[in-house]
């Protein structure tokens, strides 16, 4: 799904939109260096950042939902995507 792919028009909305982007690069490459970590101390500590990152990343879509930033069915997608990396963060972290 393409939410970002015109030019932002209020500065808000690129700010949220480039540090989105960022926020959820993150939680990606946190994720991919959690299944090389090699003990599990590294392990958990690239799932909580993984974590940290997902969350970052529903707060902001929901700042960018309430202030009306961007295409409101397509961050509430979005959004509902996050919640779900979280859950599923949140089962690996507690199976450790």
Request: hydrophobic share 40%; aromatic share 6%; proline share 1%.
């Given at each position: 799904m393409?939410v970002?792919?015109k030019?932002a028009?209020?500065?808000?909305?690129?700010?949220?939109a480039e540090?989105?982007?960022?926020?959820s690069?993150?939680?990606?490459?946190?994720?991919s260096e959690?299944a090389?970590a090699?003990?599990?101390?590294?392990?958990?500590?690239?799932?909580?950042?993984?974590?940290k990152e997902i969350k970052e990343c529903?707060?902001n879509?929901?700042?960018?939902l309430?202030a009306?930033?961007?295409?409101?069915?397509?961050?509430?997608?979005l959004?509902?995507?996050a919640?779900?990396i979280?859950?599923?963060?949140?089962?690996?972290?507690?199976?450790?």
């Amino acid at each position: 799904m393409v939410v970002f792919d015109k030019p932002a028009k209020t500065y808000a909305s690129k700010y949220y939109a480039e540090q989105l982007i960022r926020s959820s690069g993150s939680v990606s490459l946190n994720f991919s260096e959690f299944a090389g970590a090699g003990t599990e101390k590294d392990k958990i500590n690239k799932l909580r950042i993984s974590l940290k990152e997902i969350k970052e990343c529903n707060n902001n879509l929901k700042i960018q939902l309430k202030a009306g930033l961007s295409n409101k069915d397509q961050l509430t997608k979005l959004q509902d995507e996050a919640e779900q990396i979280i859950r599923i963060l949140v089962a690996i972290i507690n199976k450790r």
